[in-house]
Nanobody, 115 residues
Framework: QVQLVESGGGLVQAGGSLRLSCAAS????????MGWYRQAPGERRELVAL???????RYADSVKGRFTISRDNAKNTVYLQMSSLKPEDTAVYYC?????????WGQGTQVTVSS
């Protein structure tokens, strides 16, 4: 069984920074794309950032220039460095990974940005 465990969420003032981590564990043969999504109350879950195994990256327009996604393949971990945070970034952030050809989700971590 594969699990994704996120950490690093919390409460921060506007303009501040947070770093999210997501570690995959279990019986892992390969991990392809890893990414972060978020869902605000009453909204649909949306893509924040995606990184391929080879390092190709895609960002949502709303976070370009403020968020940085990275991964450590040796640790099966993906990170999201968030800077210049805005109140509209408030949401539950979910990690997603393509592990052994199947998609998995983390449990989510709350990020709250106060104005």
């Amino acid at each position: 069984q594969v699990q994704l465990v996120e950490s690093g969420g919390g409460l921060v003032q506007a303009g501040g920074s947070l770093r999210l981590s997501c570690a995959a564990s279990g019986l892992i043969f390969s991990i392809n794309a890893m990414g972060w999504y978020r869902q605000a109350p009453g909204e649909r879950r949306e893509l924040v950032a995606l990184i391929s195994r080879g390092g190709i990256i895609r960002y949502a327009d709303s976070v370009k220039g403020r968020f940085t996604i990275s991964r450590d393949n040796a640790k099966n971990t993906v990170y999201l460095q968030m800077s210049s945070l805005k109140p509209e970034d408030t949401a539950v952030y979910y990690c997603n990974a393509d592990v052994n050809g199947r998609g998995y989700w983390g449990q989510g971590t709350q990020v709250t940005v106060s104005s």
